[in-house]
């Protein structure tokens, strides 16, 4: 099956970027999604990418895929306290979609 | 529009009782359904998954079991709790060509 690794931390001060890091195993992943999820609350979906993509921008978020490295990355422009979170990547291969272990961004005023 | 809920939202259960959660989705038709688990170590884990009525893919063998009578509902449950059941439950519907998740707001069980 598929597994997906995530870092568990990251610590970045208000303003400045954050980059999140995902790599995954099963090259038959279709579409990459990264999901949100604040304390206490179920997933919200931020963005995804399809695997024939290498960028997509949307707004202060910026995807990138390296599908021959199996490499995913989240990055938060001008990351603003209520970005706190844990982030979860999520590659899809057909109907299943895999949770990695998730990254929770601490962001410092 | 579509909306997904799902019950109870908490849940305390003593070891050995049984357990259902329910999930229903409205708005949408022959949605894929899914439970998920989310152990404290926050990463979440595919339970189950299905395509349409009565069609259960199980990804991890263990105490619980899913079903699907009708098309936009979905049901957890175990006939006996384990203190490893204990974690937060979250149900989610898929249908575009794209497959996101949309999910549920979660279910909080408490084995004691």
């Known amino acids: 099956g598929e597994d997906v690794e995530q870092s568990l931390f990251l610590s970045v001060r208000e303003g400045d970027s954050s980059v999140i890091n995902c790599t995954y195993t099963?090259?038959?992943?279709?579409?990459l999604y990264w999901y949100k999820q604040e304390p206490g609350a179920g997933l919200q979906l931020l963005t995804y990418?399809?695997?024939?993509?290498d960028m997509k921008q949307d707004q202060r978020l910026t995807v990138l895929l390296n599908k021959k490295d199996k490499h995913l990355s989240l990055r938060i422009a001008d990351t603003q306290t209520g970005d706190s979170a844990i982030y979860f990547c999520?590659?899809?291969?057909?109907?299943?979609?895999?949770f990695g272990t998730g990254t929770k961004l601490q962001v410092i005023p | 529009s579509q909306t997904i809920h799902q019950w109870p939202a908490t849940l305390v259960q003593p070891v050995g009782s049984p357990l259902s959660l329910e999930c229903t989705v409205e708005g949408t038709s022959n949605p894929n359904l899914y439970w998920y688990r989310q152990a404290a170590g926050r990463g979440l884990q595919l339970l189950f998954y299905?395509?349409?009525?009565?069609?259960i893919s199980s990804e991890v063998p263990q105490n619980l079991s899913a079903s699907r009578p009708q098309d936009r509902q979905f049901i957890l449950s175990s006939k006996k709790l384990l203190l490893s059941d204990s974690g937060f439950y979250l149900c989610?519907?898929?249908?575009?060509?794209?497959?996101?998740?949309?999910f549920g707001e979660g279910s909080r069980l408490t084995v004691l």
């Open positions: 989610a519907w898929s249908v575009a060509i794209t497959g996101e998740l949309f």
């Open positions: 990418i399809f695997s024939n993509m």
């Open positions: 999520a590659p899809r291969s057909y109907q299943k979609v895999t």
């Open positions: 299905s395509v349409g009525i009565g069609q």
């Open positions: 099963d090259s038959s992943s279709t579409y």
